[in-house]
């Protein structure tokens, strides 16, 4: 809804920047979509090798209680 307020007061005060940023927008996303994947990916592998490291003390500890 803030986003929405500010690309009208964008609008109201200087309308062919509002207008660009309303063609451009769907452009940059599209540019910006594999890195958001890559960020995906990393942190997967990221939470297994953490999962790896982590799982000897987990194997140790014992069973949960709950």
């Known amino acids: 809804m803030v986003g929405f307020l500010l690309w009208l007061i964008l609008l109201v005060l ?3 920047l509002a207008l660009l ?3 451009l927008y769907p452009l940059v996303w599209l540019l910006l979509l594999p ?3 890559l960020g ?3 942190t997967g592998v990221l939470e297994l090798l953490r999962a790896i490291i982590l799982l000897p003390a987990r194997v140790l500890r014992g069973p949960s209680r709950s």
């Open 35 to 37: 890195f958001r994947v």
């Open 14 to 16: 200087c309308w062919p």
């Open 40 to 42: 995906i990916a990393v």
């Open 21 to 23: 940023a309303l063609l």
